[in-house]
Each structure stands twice: as C-alpha cells, then as structure tokens.
C-alpha cells in the first residue's frame, strides 16, 4: 500500500520509517526543511535506538521518501497519517491545535480522490469530530474525505519495537465510516497477523483511550512519589516498599520506581489538556485528582533542588555541582520539560555552578538552557565537583565506578535522583549517599 505521514517528529518519522517497514510505499511530510533534509539524508534530527537503520534500509528500497511538499504528497496515497504535534497553550492547560489544523486546511483542498485522514497525535476528545465537519467544508466537490483516529502508544527509546510490535491498535472511526478500518487493516496487515489485539470504537473513545492511557501512568509515577514523601518522614524505605507492592499482580512493580517523577513531551502536557477539556465538558470534577499528580509531580523537582543544598552543607551558593543526565528518560534526548534539566537550572538560580553531562541529549539541552556549563563526559562534569547528581538513569550512570570517581570530585557526595545506584557499593567506596524519597541508612564501618 502507500501511505503519507504529516509530521516527521518523534512520532512521525518512527511511523514512516515502520509504515516502510511494513513493506508500504511511504512519504513523510513536514514544515521544517531541516529535519526533511536530514530524514532524507539518511540521519534522524533526534536520538532514538535503531531507528537510523530501519530508515537508512527503506530509504535505500526505495520504499520512503521525505518532502516539504503538500502537492507531492496528495497525489501519492489515499491513506494520509498525521502525526504533528500538540502541544500545550501558552499560559493555559489546553492543547494548542494549530498543526493539526493547519494540515487539515492544506491537504484536504488538494485532494483529488476520496481518502482517509488517520490521526496519530494526541488530541482532546472531541477534536476528531471537530475534523470531520473542518474537512468537509474544505474538500473539493466529489471528494470524500474520511476523519479516523488511532492514536499511538510508542514509547520514546523503545520506539521502533513499539511501533513493530505494538502491544494493541485502537482505530476510532466515524459513525458513517466506509473506508478507514478496511485501509488500516490491510496497512497494519502484519501487525494483525501476529494477533495484536485490534479494537475499533467511535472517534471520542479512540481520543480518550489515549489520554486516559497517560493520566494512570502519571498517575501510578505520581502515586510511589506520594508515598515516598511519607516514606521520608516515617524513615522507611520505598524503594522496597515498591518492590512489595510490585509482587501484587494487580499493582504491578512498573512505572513504581519513586525519584525525581515524569516529564517530557507528552505526559505532562497531555494530562494537563485533558484536564482543561474535562473542564469544557462540564466534567471537570471527574479529573482533579490529576491536579495533585501534577504537583506531586512537580514538588519533586523542589525537593530535589533541597536535597542537593543539603548535600552540599546547607547553601549551594558557590558549590561545585555536577549533574549527570538532561533527558527527561534515558535512552533519549528528549529534554522537553525534562526534570533533570528543570533541576539543574533551580540550581543555578540557587548560585551553584552546574557542569551538565548527558550521553545524548547534550545539543538539545544547549539549546533550551544555553547558560548552564555542559561538559563531555561523566569524569569532566565531575571534575571538583562537591556533589554528584543523578537525575536521569542511564545506564551509563548505574554502571560507574565510584571508586574511580573519587578521584575526580571534591567531596565524595553522591544524590541519587532515580533510586537506581547500588548504594551499598557507592558508600563502600567511601561516598555519602542521598536519596530522593528515601532516608539512605549510614554505612556500617567494617
Ligand atoms: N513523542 C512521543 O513519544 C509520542 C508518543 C505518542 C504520541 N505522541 C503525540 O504525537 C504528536 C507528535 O509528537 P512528537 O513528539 O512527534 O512531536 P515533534 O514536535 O517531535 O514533531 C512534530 C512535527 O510536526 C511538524 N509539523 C508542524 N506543523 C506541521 C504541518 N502543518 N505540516 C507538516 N508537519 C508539521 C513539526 O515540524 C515537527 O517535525 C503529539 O500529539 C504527541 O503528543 C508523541
């Protein structure tokens, strides 16, 4: 088949690079000539593991291209995903949905056959069928155009398994639809072969599926960090107590690590418009538990920049600190409202000086926070350091060895942000060891 993707972001570009996968013809379309020149070039304007090689391939099959071209685009398929981003209002909760629109607007005019427009991004419920009605008004006489939503799951760092081997496919289509799960079943045709649960449902549920999806994960991340407040004020230890809990089927151990909480480019930004269009619907009651997960969220961040102060001996004025990881996750260079970075800029508000070192996301988090001191390695962030922060876990962090730290830093003062160091190791290395949520016991003296 031959598909077009509008928008070659994180989201996009993966969708395209899968779609080829797949065995389709595919063309990604996006605003930005840069990021059209670099896919087409081979190269990804973003870090995300194996996705150069499954683009680099299809490019080479000649099954994908990129364009800046609305008109190239049109002609070429009659199954035209879009997958631009929404991101949220200036000032206010809502999602700001001018992409999505803007590409309504242009592509629909264009067209000269009946096609299906499938919706990727994650959009306020209601937004589908606010398209269906937009579209219409626009498309030329003769042409049907076709609103469905399927909205995506994949995970940034995991991203191409995700969208290879999604874990379920929700298409919402309209109520008069005659053509769109016909199209994305035989798209999604291998996908279906290997029994990934299909579900079709009307537009509003496939837009709600989505966010709802991401406020019980916020909610679940929210959740042990809650507990993890009294866990530090009963002297008790959460990371065990998630690992209790975790063995209960029905709660599960993922998304219960308590630490420095979410961020990035979605769930913030989507639990927060999906709280603004409760509101709009007279529900508002209904989500503003979703309010407190937020700020938990967002107090992390504070005591975070506490704990570090008091790692530091009460003032971080004029302390040396370094701050190991600017992704808001590893395996990414997303820093789009990242924790880390958030927290390595409360820092030097505070008067500390901050070396920044993350193994990829350091142009990205150059270029949103261009006055922080951002270093080439862990050794270089470390140099005289007197503290060491760990506020994104990768692997790369997990895996140091303190001893040989020790001979780079000042004051042997490590803060775990992530709960993921074996502190046991760090203190018999001869290093105080803090941990965000959790009282670290003293090392015993052997
Ligand atoms: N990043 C993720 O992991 C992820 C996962 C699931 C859902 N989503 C959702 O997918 C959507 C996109 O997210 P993203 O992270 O890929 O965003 P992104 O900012 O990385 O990409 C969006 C792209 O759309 C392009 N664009 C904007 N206007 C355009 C237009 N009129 N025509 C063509 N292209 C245009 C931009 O230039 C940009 O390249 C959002 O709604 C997001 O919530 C993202």
């Not at 979703?290 to 700020?295: G, N």
């Not at 000042?410 to 993921?420: L, S």
Request: glycine share 8%; net charge negative.
């Amino acid at each position: 088949m031959r598909c077009t993707v509008f928008g070659t972001g994180y989201l996009g570009a993966t969708h395209a690079a899968g779609m080829a996968q797949l065995g389709h013809e595919v063309i990604g379309v996006d605003v930005d000539p840069g990021k059209i020149a670099k896919l087409s070039s081979g190269d990804i304007p973003f870090y995300e593991p194996g996705l150069r090689k499954v683009l680099r391939d299809n490019l080479e099959a000649g099954r994908l291209r990129f364009t800046t071209d609305y008109e190239e685009a049109v002609d070429f398929a009659d199954v035209h995903f879009l997958g631009v981003g929404t991101p949220q209002k200036k000032g206010e909760y809502g999602a700001d949905l001018c992409h999505v629109n803007a590409v309504i607007d242009d592509l629909v005019p264009r067209l000269r056959r009946s096609a299906v427009i499938v919706g990727k991004s994650t959009v306020p419920v209601g937004t589908a069928a606010d398209l269906v009605a937009r579209a219409r008004a626009i498309a030329p006489d003769g042409v049907d155009v076709e609103i469905a939503w399927n909205p995506e799951f994949l995970r940034e760092g995991f991203a191409v398994h995700d969208t290879l081997h999604p874990d379920r496919i929700v298409l919402g289509v309209q109520r008069d639809s005659v053509r769109a799960e016909a199209a994305i079943r035989e798209m999604y045709a291998p996908l279906l072969a290997d029994e990934v649960p299909f579900l079709v449902t009307d537009l509003q549920t496939a837009e709600l599926v989505k966010v709802s999806a991401n406020a019980f994960l916020a909610t679940k991340i929210s959740f042990i960090n809650a507990i993890s407040e009294v866990c530090e004020a009963a002297d008790a230890d959460v990371t065990l107590l998630a690992d209790a809990l975790g063995y209960d089927p029905r709660i599960g151990r993922r998304f219960l690590n308590a630490g420095l909480g979410f961020g990035g480019g979605c769930l913030p930004k989507d639990i927060r418009a999906f709280m603004a269009r409760a509101g709009e619907l007279g529900a508002n009651h209904a989500l503003t538990f979703l309010r407190e997960v937020d700020s938990i969220n967002m107090r992390r961040r504070v005591r975070m920049v506490e704990l570090a102060t008091q790692a530091c001996g009460g003032s971080l004025l004029g302390a040396n600190v370094a701050v190991l990881g600017a992704a808001f996750k590893p395996e990414s260079d997303d820093v789009r409202d990242s924790p880390a970075l958030n927290v390595a800029g409360l820092l030097q508000l505070n008067g500390a000086g901050v070396n920044v070192y993350d193994p990829k996301a350091m142009e990205n988090s150059q270029r949103m926070f261009p006055t922080l001191n951002y270093s080439t390695s862990v050794v270089e962030a470390c140099e005289r350091a007197d503290a060491v922060l760990v506020l994104t876990e990768w692997q790369e962090f997990v895996d140091l060895d303190p001893h040989r730290l020790a001979e780079t830093v000042r004051a042997k003062v490590v803060v775990d942000g992530r709960n993921c160091l074996d502190v046991a190791r760090w203190q018999a290395a001869g290093w105080r060891v803090h941990a965000l949520g959790r009282r670290v016991p003293e090392a015993v003296a052997s």
